[in-house]
DNA sequence: GCCGGAACGCAATGATGTTGCTTTAAGGTG
DNA sequence: CACCTTAAAGCAACATCATTGCGTTCCGGC
C-alpha cells in the first residue's frame, strides 16, 4: 500500500528508488511538469516504465512521494529566545515557502497522489512537529504557551486554506497577525 | 482557458455541456471513479473523446468543472433567528458534507484540475458567500457580528485543513468549538 | 557458496491522449 | 427570411502512455 514498501532497503531498490526520485526532481527543473511522464522519468533514471508502475502504481502517487520528501523539513526551527518570536519567524517561513509556486505545487501533489491520506497525513504531522519543538522551547524557558492543536487551528491551517483555495497573494503580516491571533486568543480548556 | 467558455450559450454547445456533465455523474454512481475516462465519459454521452478533450483539456479539468457544480450551495443557510445558532447549524452541515468520503472526493477534485486556481478560488467563494449571508442577517438583527474573513480564517479554514490534511474522524462538536472561538475571540481592528 | 524470493528488464498489447481536416449548426446581417 | 461567418463537433489517424506475463538478476539469509 505504502510507495516505498522498501521491503529490501539495501542495494539495488535503494538505488532504483534514488535515480527514479532523482529524475523526478531534475526533469522537473528542466523541462517543467508538462514533460514529466512515466517514461520521460523512467528513461532519465535508466529504469524501464514498469518498475515505476509497479513500485508507485501511478504518476501521482509517485509525485506525491516525492513532494513528501520536498516537504519535510530540514531543520529544526531557529530559536530567537521567546515564544512570539519563534512563532511568528516560523509562521513566516513556513508561509513563504508553501505560497511560493513550487511550495504550492508540492503541497498540490502530495494531496493528489494519496489514496489513504497518509502523504497529506505527513505533511500535516511535519508541521506539527515543528510546532511542538517550538512550544515545548517555550514551556521550557516557563513561558505559558497555547497548545498544538491551537495553533494548527489557528495559524497553520488559514495559511494553508488560503495558499489552496485562494489565488490573493499572501504577506508576513498576515503570517504575523495569525501568530497574534494565536497567542492572545482565551485559553479554553476544551 | 476556463473550461466553460461557452461562447456559445445556447443549442447545441449547451447540450453537449449538459450530456458530458450527466454522463460524469452517472458513470460515477454506476461504476466508480476507477472507470471515469474520457473515453468512457465521451461514449456514455453521445460524444467524440475529442470534444472532451477541447472544450475541457483533460480529464482532470472536466471532473474539477463537475465538482465545482456539485459543491455550489442549492439554498441559503437556514435562519435560526440569532448569529450564534445561524453559524453552529451552517458549520455543522458544511462539515458535514465536506468530510463525508464523496464531499472529500470532490473537493480533491476540484483542487486536482485547477492549473490556475478559478476553481477552488470558486469553492472558496461559495463558503464565503454563505457565511456573508449569516453574517448580514445577524447585523440586520442588530447583532455584533464579526468580519467574514475572520469566519474564515477561524471556522472554514480549520475545518478544510483537516479535512484535507488529516485522516481522522470529525465531529459536530469540533465545529461547535471553532464558532464559538470566532465568537468569542477579541475583536481587533487590524 | 548455495537457495528462495523479491525486484527489475524486456517486450507485446490494449487503452488513452492528441491533432489535422471536414462537417454541422448557432447567431448575426442585410 | 436567406445568407454568411465562424465557433464547435465529428471523424479518423497517429503518438504516447499504461498494463501485464515471463525470464533474468540480484539481495538477504542459511
Redesign the interface.
Known amino acids: 500500500m505504502s510507495p516505498k514498501p522498501m521491503a529490501r532497503p539495501g542495494g539495488r531498490s535503494a538505488r532504483v528508488q534514488e535515480a527514479v526520485h532523482a529524475a523526478v526532481r531534475d526533469l522537473e527543473a528542466e523541462q517543467g511538469r508538462a514533460k514529466l511522464t512515466v517514461p520521460a522519468i523512467a528513461a532519465r533514471a535508466g529504469v524501464t516504465p514498469s518498475t515505476i508502475y509497479r513500485r508507485w502504481g501511478d504518476l501521482h502517487e509517485l509525485l506525491s512521494d516525492v513532494a513528501v520528501e520536498r516537504l519535510r523539513p530540514e531543520e529544526p526551527p531557529s530559536d530567537h529566545g521567546a515564544l512570539r518570536a519563534d512563532l511568528t519567524a516560523w509562521a513566516r517561513h513556513f508561509l513563504d515557502e508553501m505560497a511560493s509556486p513550487p511550495g504550492r505545487a508540492y503541497v498540490?501533489d502530495a494531496?493528489?497522489g494519496d489514496p489513504?491520506?497518509?502523504n497529506?497525513?505527513q505533511?500535516?504531522a511535519y508541521a506539527a512537529g515543528q510546532v511542538e519543538t517550538i512550544l515545548a522551547r517555550a514551556l521550557d524557558r516557563g513561558e505559558t504557551a497555547p497548545p498544538v492543536e491551537k495553533v494548527?487551528?489557528?495559524v497553520?491551517?488559514?495559511m494553508?486554506?488560503?495558499i489552496?483555495?485562494?489565488?490573493d497573494p499572501l504577506t508576513a503580516e498576515y503570517a504575523d497577525?495569525?501568530v497574534?491571533?494565536a497567542l492572545?486568543?482565551?485559553d479554553?480548556s476544551?
Not at 489552496?164 to 489565488?167: N, S
Open positions: 498540490r494531496l493528489l489513504d491520506g497518509s497529506a497525513g505533511c500535516s494548527m487551528d489557528l497553520v491551517a488559514p494553508m486554506y488560503r489552496l483555495f485562494r489565488p497577525h495569525l497574534e491571533t492572545t486568543a482565551p479554553e476544551a
